[in-house]
């Protein structure tokens, strides 16, 4: 695990070039082999979230899930198709001692590119908002809000904050080697933060927070 973000920071470079499924269609790569069906599937493992405010921290975890499925499309005639290269995510991260920043049921249009020489799977979105967009809350479930003005009237909002997101996939042989052949099971991991302003009251003066709020998730799918 200590490597895989480094091979993340690499194809980092590559995927600045590359259009993201959730606003334009992806470059036409040819007759290459869509590694979709390849990946797709339920992962179940483990979700940690770090939540950090100003100097304190607090990491959570929980048991959840990453699901991939193929992303399907409606022409300018109205049929429908599946988007080579690209997949749906959906994010189940039910924190029981956290509700105001659990995430169920979020699910995103992701990118998917072949590393052949990392031997694995890249899934990512560069462009926000996406499917990640959230309203800010705090870990009891108040929402954070914010004053502004619209019209020059003194307005209250919703704080809403959104995410990019990038991860691997990799696959294994059942001995926990990487392989090109047909896997044993695949392993998914995927990270992604939000980052904010909220204002408290320190008596009778507003101070700010920065807040941050660390996802990543771990997990495996049997194939």
Request: charged fraction near 20%.
């Amino acid at each position: 695990m200590k490597n895989i973000f480094k091979v993340l920071s690499i194809a980092c470079i590559g995927a600045a070039f590359t259009a993201c499924v959730d606003d334009v269609d992806t470059p036409d790569r040819g007759e290459q082999v869509d590694p979709v069906p390849a990946i797709e599937g339920v992962y179940e493992g483990t979700w940690t979230l770090v939540y950090t405010e100003n100097t304190s921290v607090t990491e959570y975890t929980c048991d959840g899930k990453l699901a991939v499925a193929p992303l399907t499309r409606v022409d300018d005639e109205g049929n429908s198709f599946v988007q080579k290269f690209a997949a749906n995510i959906t994010i189940d991260a039910d924190f029981a001692n956290n509700v105001g920043q659990s995430m169920v049921d979020f699910t995103s249009a992701a990118n998917i590119s072949p590393l052949t020489n990392a031997l694995s799977y890249q899934m990512y979105n560069s462009v926000t908002p996406n499917g990640l967009s959230k309203i800010a809350k705090d870990p009891d479930g108040t929402v954070v809000t914010y004053d502004t003005k619209v019209d020059n009237v003194d307005v209250t909002l919703d704080r809403d904050i959104n995410a990019t997101f990038m991860g691997q996939i990799f696959p294994y042989t059942a001995e926990g080697e990487l392989t090109k052949a047909a896997p044993a099971y695949l392993e998914a991991v995927l990270e992604f933060e939000y980052l904010y302003q909220k204002t408290v009251m320190n008596g009778r003066r507003p101070v700010k927070l920065d807040c941050k709020q660390t996802y990543k998730f771990v997990g495996k799918l049997n194939k």
